[in-house]
């Protein structure tokens, strides 16, 4: 059962990851449809919302004339820049949690000198309450603040906090992470069916597998070394497979973090200060 918030919540930005926020918490208990406010100028993406009960807005300064507690900035990095110097005004005072990539704290935090600024990392799950998202607080963010920022975003999945120098890390495996576990599934299912399975039982099979081995390493907080013990007899076929894989594997997912952090500060440098008037 998701921790129950008790204060409101503004979500700007009514994309993907703004809706799967307002509308997860609302879906896991943790908040009140009522006490969760949403904003964006398109009156379509609005009205699914809408129908949970959840306060919907065409206008940001509406949203902020409702005096919410917190404010999640779900808007594209190129487009915070606007909504900062903006709302500059209407955010001061407040808890801001921006989930805007490559948007540094200290970005935040001098384009918005009197929020208490937290930044987060969420990935694509959290629209089915199962996502993984990286917390960094900023100087002047309280214990209620961190408090509040993890109680979101734990009704959404997992929620740790990080240090800002860990997030490009974070993002290159967990932020990318959905896809890589897309690709295993994609290369388990070819693999059987080049073996003369049916693709699409074949794929319902792996994926039911890899959703009970999550939930059994989650439940129990078992080593997934020592979970693999559990399923792998001595000289059996099991150990034959992890003997062929382990090796490769590693180093396949090692190359596929590095490329991504390689890109990640590429982007970084080529896009420079997104909240600056440089």
Avoid at 83 to 103: F, M, P, Q, Y
Avoid at 173 to 186: K, M, R, T
Wanted: some cysteine; overall charge negative; aromatic content about 2%.
């Amino acid at each position: 059962m998701a921790e129950k918030i008790e204060q409101v919540i503004g979500v700007i930005g009514a994309g993907s990851m703004g809706a799967a926020i307002a509308r997860g918490l609302v879906a896991s208990g943790a908040a009140a449809p009522a006490h969760v406010l949403v904003a964006n100028p398109s009156a379509g993406k609005l009205a699914p919302l809408a129908e949970l009960g959840i306060k919907t807005f065409t206008s940001n300064d509406e949203l902020l004339a409702q005096d919410p507690d917190a404010v999640v900035l779900a808007v594209k990095p190129q487009v915070l820049p606007g909504v900062l110097a903006e709302h500059t005004e209407g955010l001061a005072g407040r808890l801001v949690i921006s989930i805007a990539a490559g948007v540094s704290v200290a970005s935040l935090e001098r384009a918005l000198e009197h929020s208490h600024v937290v930044r987060a990392m969420p990935n694509l799950p959290v629209q089915v309450l199962s996502g993984a998202t990286a917390v960094c607080p900023g100087s002047r963010a309280t214990k209620e603040d961190l408090d509040l920022s993890l109680a979101i975003f734990s009704a959404l999945g997992s929620a740790v906090v990080l240090r800002e120098d860990q997030l490009d890390a974070e993002g290159a495996v967990v932020g990318c992470g959905p896809a890589y576990v897309a690709l295993l599934v994609d290369d388990l299912t070819r693999a059987g069916v080049e073996r003369g399975l049916p693709a699409v039982a074949c794929r319902e099979l792996v994926l039911s597998t890899m959703r009970g081995v999550a939930e059994q390493l989650l439940a129990s907080g078992e080593h997934p070394r020592a979970y693999m013990e559990k399923v792998t007899s001595p000289g059996g076929t099991t150990a034959a497979g992890l003997r062929a894989m382990e090796s490769g594997m590693f180093e396949v997912a090692c190359a596929g973090v590095d490329a991504a952090l390689r890109r990640t500060r590429e982007l970084s440098e080529a896009a420079g200060d997104k909240t600056t008037d440089d």
